[in-house]
């Protein structure tokens, strides 16, 4: 599971710092996160493949999280795509996104499919073969989702050295990868326990932003691999982040303990601050296990 902070920076874009967008890698699937203004510039400098993203998952519609949108979309036609996009956002996305190139006569040459999201309760939005992907509601100044990105569980790995052992034929191998117990020919029945290993424990991430301090994620969120959670100031304007509906670093911190999540990483930082440093010694206080994320960061788990 990797995951590349394109922007992680609170309202406006400056020459240094970037609006929130991200790109999640998990199971071999390239899921685009929010898509604020100089998206595709990042996706550039971070030599992430266009073609890669076939699915972007926007949380709400406040101009820092999704004003790239636009841009990226005609891009991906300049581009000459053909294959399939698919949007998931807040209803209304399909509208802002289709009048701008309705206006600018700038149909797109490939499937845009909008995926458009109102429900108050967590929802599947995506599912594959190997990943599943949910809504996490929170509590922001307009309809807002955070999402849960869940591996599933793949098939059990090869005990190569037991199955040569009891001379099994290789065309049933994938039988036992997914499972099955083998029947020798003098009826000897041989547990799939005693032929393979335990698949790798499947992984999850969660993001959220932007969001005040809401405990109704916790159940959510409970037990995952990695949290980003946004952390927009520091407890000594906790009255300014309830006003204006974010977070403060030691209130991301309390989410990740109370959810017993093993990685917590703050973002979505307001520039008032001289360093992002601060962010991580107040959240510390609260949780140890704390990253901080930064624009062009990357991190692997």
Not at 27 to 46: A, H, M, P, Y
Not at 149 to 164: S, T
Not at 235 to 245: D, G, P
Request: net charge neutral; with cysteine; proline share 3%.
């Amino acid at each position: 599971m990797k995951l590349t902070i394109l922007g992680c920076y609170a309202a406006t874009p400056r020459t240094f710092t970037n609006p929130t967008s991200q790109v999640l890698e998990i199971k071999n699937r390239l899921f685009l996160i929010d898509c604020g203004e100089g998206t595709q510039v990042q996706l550039r400098k971070n030599k992430i493949k266009f073609s890669k993203i076939n699915h972007i998952f926007i949380s709400h519609l406040h101009g820092d999280h999704f004003f790239g949108l636009v841009g990226l979309v005609s891009t991906f036609s300049l581009l000459n795509r053909t294959t399939d996009l698919h949007i998931y956002g807040p209803e209304g996305i399909k509208d802002i996104i289709l009048l701008q190139l309705k206006l600018s006569n700038a149909w797109t040459n490939y499937g845009l499919f909008f995926h458009e999201l109102k429900s108050l309760d967590s929802e599947i939005v995506y599912e594959d073969e190997k990943v599943v992907v949910k809504t996490i509601p929170l509590k922001h100044r307009v309809y807002t989702n955070g999402f849960l990105f869940e591996e599933k569980v793949g098939e059990r790995k090869l005990n190569v050295v037991a199955v040569q052992q009891h001379k099994i034929e290789t065309c049933y191998y994938q039988n036992i990868k997914n499972g099955r117990d083998i029947t020798l020919e003098d009826g000897t029945i041989i547990p799939n326990k005693a032929l393979t290993f335990d698949p790798d424990a499947a992984k999850s991430y969660a993001f959220c932003s932007d969001t005040i301090y809401h405990e109704a994620v916790i159940p959510i969120i409970k037990n995952v691999d990695v949290l980003y959670h946004e952390s927009t100031f520091l407890q000594s304007e906790e009255a300014l982040a309830k006003k204006t509906f974010h977070s403060t670093a030691q209130e991301a911190a309390l989410i990740a303990q109370k959810a017993t999540v093993k990685q917590l990483i703050l973002g979505h930082y307001s520039t008032r601050y001289d360093s992002i440093s601060l962010f991580k010694a107040e959240a510390e206080s609260i949780f140890p296990f704390v990253l901080l994320a930064d624009d062009g960061k990357t991190f692997e788990f």
